[in-house]
């Protein structure tokens, strides 16, 4: 179980997308042994074409993507953690980077083929979020989340982190469930990495909502 209030645990989290954001990939690196950018990495093999990703912390992901040529927009809610991602790119001219928020996108409908989404905070469970992930997507555009990062529980170091992250995030058994936006079912999947397994969850559209993007506002 979680022994954090999850109070608390919000109020820390806000403070590291905010005054805090950067040491957010120190972070991320150091308490999960290097595997966070395995774990986001793990979103790239599912998606093609036009790609938006939601809540994109300091674009680390994206980074990686446009080095691969994907055609990639990327949107925090966080000032600070979009000045972060716009450094990340400097001196060469930032790509496609917006301050937005997921629950009211600044995008027309059926605009992008997939939306990625890693380590969702609440967002991703507020139903205006839900809605409007399935507004922009084509009718055949699908949704990557990587829900969650577990690691190994290998030697003293990664047992204690493992144990660490259970009191901060909750036990495994309690890893987040969540549901999938209206007219998408979810596949999961666990994607394992050197030290740890990813949850990757990837959304489609059921057939019956297979309908042109206008009609799904
Ligand atoms: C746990 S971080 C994940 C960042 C990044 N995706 C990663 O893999 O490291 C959650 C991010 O979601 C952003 N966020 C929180 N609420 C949001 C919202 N309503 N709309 C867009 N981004 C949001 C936060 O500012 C933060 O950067």
């Known amino acids: 179980m979680r022994l954090l209030p999850l109070r608390l645990v919000r109020w820390l989290f806000e403070l590291l997308y905010g005054p805090l954001a950067p040491t957010y990939d120190w972070v991320s690196r150091v308490f999960f042994l290097g595997q966070w950018a395995h774990w986001q990495r793990a979103a790239l093999s599912e998606v093609s074409g036009r ?124 890893l987040p469930s969540l549901p999938a936006p209206p007219g998408f079912s979810w596949q999961p999947r666990w994607v394992a990495s050197p030290r740890g397994r990813a949850l990757v969850l990837v959304g489609r559209r059921l057939e019956r909502s297979l309908a042109p993007a206008e009609d799904l506002r």
């Open 51 to 174: 790609v938006l990703e939601v809540g994109a912390g300091t674009g680390a992901l994206q980074a990686e993507a446009v080095r691969r040529g994907l055609d990639w927009v990327a949107l925090d809610r966080s000032p600070a953690m979009v000045r972060l991602a716009r450094q990340r790119f400097h001196p060469l001219a930032p790509p496609a980077l917006l301050l937005a928020d997921a629950t009211a996108l600044p995008l027309k409908a059926g605009q992008v083929d997939w939306v990625v989404s890693t380590f969702p905070s609440e967002y991703i469970v507020a139903p205006a979020t839900g809605k409007e992930l399935a507004r922009v997507l084509r009718p055949d555009g699908g949704i990557v989340v990587v829900l969650a990062g577990v690691l190994r529980p290998d030697g003293p170091l990664g047992w204690l982190l493992d144990q660490l992250h259970q009191l901060v995030l909750g036990s495994h058994g309690q």
